[in-house]
Structure formats: C-alpha cells, structure tokens
C-alpha cells in the first residue's frame, strides 16, 4: 500500500494501522492505550489523525492505510483535540503524580507535559476511591486507571483468561 504520511511517501503492507505506517517511517503519533504487540483498543483516542477526504478526525491505532491515502497527523486542530482529550481523561484521573509510583516514569505524564496540560488547572470529577484487592492475583487502583482497556486486551488476548471485562 502506497500513502503519504506528513508529505512523506511510505509504503506498508496491507491491513497495517496508520500509528504503525507512520512509525515505519519514524514518525511517533501520541496514544496511551496503543501497544504494538496487542490488538488495538482504540480506547483513549489520543492518537486522532486526519485523513484527506475525511470530514472528522479517526485513530491511528485501529484504522488501516488504503491505497492513495494522505494522513495528517500533527496540525493546531489535531494538537487542540488531544489536548481536550487528555484532559477528559485527566478530569477522571486522581491526579497525585508526586506520590505515585510511576511519577516521572508515566506516558501520561508525560503526555500531558508535551501537550502542556496543567493537571492543577483542571477540575476533577474524581474523589479517591479505594484499591480493590478482592482477587489473589490481581490489584485493581482504580485512581491510576485511564480506562484505555490495556489491562483487558493482555488479559484477553496474551494471557487468554478472560478473567477481565470493561463494564460501564
């Protein structure tokens, strides 16, 4: 398959996803759920691209390149629609970076640096909630889960124990 990714001409095999057309050729589109070695769960919708002839932005992670495409992937529109998502994401998130485990070693985080999302100017919907650890083997933090459905997809589709779901 034959596409332009960023003026840049590229060629991939069929069925491959954009995120993955456009790292063939060093180009890194944002994403927090995209992993390249699990089905895409297109959950967080971070990496937005555009598509000449498209009248809305999709996902990088789960749309494949067709034949003559021509893809977008860093403009102010996309640049200010990730920013408003990760900070949809963010509202939802109980932002305590400094005491986290993960605290500078966090795509998140890091995400939101880049984008400049201020985490102490957006008003949170979230209050903490307690960790479940009903399950011998699993901990859940529900204050550290984005809802990407990472977690499920490995469980699903790496581990095959079905022992997760995403409900609500």
Do not use: W
């Amino acid at each position: 398959i034959n596409l332009m990714i960023d003026g840049k001409e590229v060629q991939v095999p069929e069925n491959t996803s954009i995120i993955e057309a456009a790292a063939s050729i060093g180009i890194k589109i944002p994403s927090l759920c995209y992993h390249q070695d699990l089905n895409p769960s297109a959950g967080c919708g971070i990496c937005v691209v555009e598509i000449e002839g498209q009248a809305l932005p999709k996902r990088a992670c789960c749309t494949p390149v067709h034949e003559g495409m021509k893809v977008t992937t860093n403009s102010i529109k996309l640049r200010q629609l990730r920013k408003m998502l990760l900070e949809l994401i963010l509202a939802d998130h109980y932002v305590d970076c400094p005491t986290c485990i993960a605290n500078n070693k966090c795509d998140l985080q890091d995400l939101a640096y880049i984008m400049n999302v201020k985490t102490d100017e957006i008003a949170t919907l979230q209050t903490r909630k307690p960790i479940d650890e009903s399950s011998v083997s699993i901990t859940r933090d529900p204050n550290k889960c984005i809802q990407c459905g990472r977690c499920v997809t490995v469980c699903n589709d790496i581990q095959t124990v079905f022992a997760l779901t995403t409900v609500h």
